[in-house]
C-alpha cells in the first residue's frame, strides 16, 4: 500500500476561479495524469498545462492509458516560467513558455501564487482537528475564488493594455527600421523581433 500525506496536490484553472484540490498526495504518476483527464473533460481541446516538471510528465503521459485521449484533445504539457530556467538548454526550447507561440504573456505561475496566500493559514491549521483543518482550507479558498473574481476586471485591463503595448512597439520597430536607413542585417534582426513579439500575442 502507498503512503499518504497530508498535504495537497493544487490544479488552478485560468479559464475560470474555480480549482482542485485533493487533500491526500501518493507518490505516484496518478494524480497528475487524473488531473490532466480532469481538465480535458472540463475544458476540453486545445490546452496548454504548466507544470513543474511538464518534460518528464509529457514522457509519462504519452506512456499512460490517457495518452490517446491526450493526443486528440491536443493538450501540451509546458515547463512553468520560474522552473523552466532551472532546466538544460534543450528542455527549455521545448517546453518553455517563451519559446511556444500561442501562450502569450502567462507564466504559469498559478498555483505559486495560491500556495504562497496560503501560507497565511498556516498559524491556524498547524494545531487543529482533521475537520477544521479542512474547514480553514475551504475558506480560506472560497475567500480567495471571490476576491479573485473581484479583481478579474482589473486584470482583464491590465492585459488589454500590455497587448497594446506590445503592438505598438511592433509597430513603431518596422516603422523604424524602414525609415532609419539601416543595414540589411539591423532589419532583418528588427523584422525578427518584431515577428516574435506578433506570436506571442
Same mark, same amino acid.
Given at each position: 500500500?502507498? !503512503?499518504?500525506?497530508?498535504?495537497?496536490?493544487?490544479?488552478?484553472?485560468?479559464?475560470?476561479? !474555480?480549482?482542485?484540490?485533493?487533500?491526500?498526495?501518493?507518490?505516484?504518476? !496518478?494524480?497528475?495524469? $487524473?488531473?490532466?483527464? !480532469?481538465?480535458?473533460?472540463?475544458?476540453?481541446?486545445?490546452?496548454? /498545462?504548466? *507544470?513543474?516538471?511538464?518534460?518528464?510528465?509529457?514522457?509519462?503521459?504519452?506512456? #499512460?492509458?490517457?495518452?490517446?485521449? $491526450?493526443?486528440?484533445?491536443?493538450?501540451?504539457?509546458?515547463?512553468?516560467?520560474?522552473?523552466?530556467?532551472?532546466?538544460?538548454?534543450?528542455?527549455?526550447?521545448? &517546453?518553455?513558455?517563451?519559446?511556444?507561440?500561442?501562450?502569450?504573456?502567462?507564466?504559469?505561475?498559478?498555483?505559486?501564487?495560491?500556495? *504562497?496566500?496560503?501560507?497565511?493559514?498556516?498559524?491556524?491549521?498547524?494545531? $487543529?482537528? &482533521?475537520?477544521? &483543518?479542512?474547514? &480553514?482550507?475551504?475558506?480560506?479558498?472560497?475567500?480567495?475564488? $471571490?476576491? @479573485?473574481?473581484?479583481?478579474?476586471?482589473?486584470?482583464?485591463?491590465?492585459?488589454?493594455?500590455?497587448?497594446?503595448?506590445?503592438?505598438?512597439?511592433?509597430?513603431?520597430?518596422?516603422?523604424?527600421?524602414?525609415?532609419?536607413? #539601416?543595414?540589411?542585417?539591423?532589419?532583418?534582426?528588427?523584422?525578427? /523581433?518584431?515577428?516574435?513579439?506578433?506570436? @506571442? #500575442?
Amino acid at each position: 500500500m502507498e !503512503k499518504c500525506l497530508q498535504c495537497g496536490e493544487l490544479c488552478v484553472s485560468e479559464r475560470n476561479t !474555480k480549482f482542485i484540490v485533493t487533500d491526500c498526495v501518493f507518490h505516484s504518476a !496518478k494524480y497528475p495524469l $487524473a488531473t490532466v483527464n !480532469k481538465l480535458i473533460s472540463v475544458h476540453g481541446n486545445n490546452q496548454v /498545462i504548466g *507544470s513543474d516538471i511538464g518534460c518528464s510528465l509529457s514522457a509519462t503521459l504519452a506512456a #499512460s492509458s490517457i495518452a490517446q485521449m $491526450a493526443r486528440v484533445a491536443n493538450v501540451q504539457l509546458i515547463v512553468n516560467t520560474f522552473h523552466g530556467h532551472a532546466h538544460n538548454r534543450m528542455c527549455q526550447l521545448q &517546453y518553455h513558455p517563451l519559446y511556444l507561440p500561442g501562450t502569450g504573456l502567462e507564466d504559469f505561475e498559478t498555483c505559486e501564487r495560491v500556495f *504562497s496566500s496560503s501560507n497565511a493559514t498556516a498559524a491556524l491549521i498547524c494545531h $487543529a482537528s &482533521y475537520f477544521h &483543518y479542512i474547514q &480553514y482550507l475551504d475558506l480560506h479558498f472560497s475567500q480567495w475564488d $471571490a476576491d @479573485k473574481y473581484a479583481e478579474l476586471s482589473t486584470l482583464l485591463l491590465f492585459c488589454l493594455v500590455q497587448q497594446l503595448i506590445w503592438f505598438q512597439v511592433a509597430s513603431s520597430l518596422t516603422t523604424t527600421s524602414r525609415l532609419s536607413g #539601416s543595414s540589411p542585417q539591423t532589419q532583418q534582426n528588427l523584422m525578427h /523581433i518584431v515577428r516574435c513579439i506578433q506570436m @506571442k #500575442s
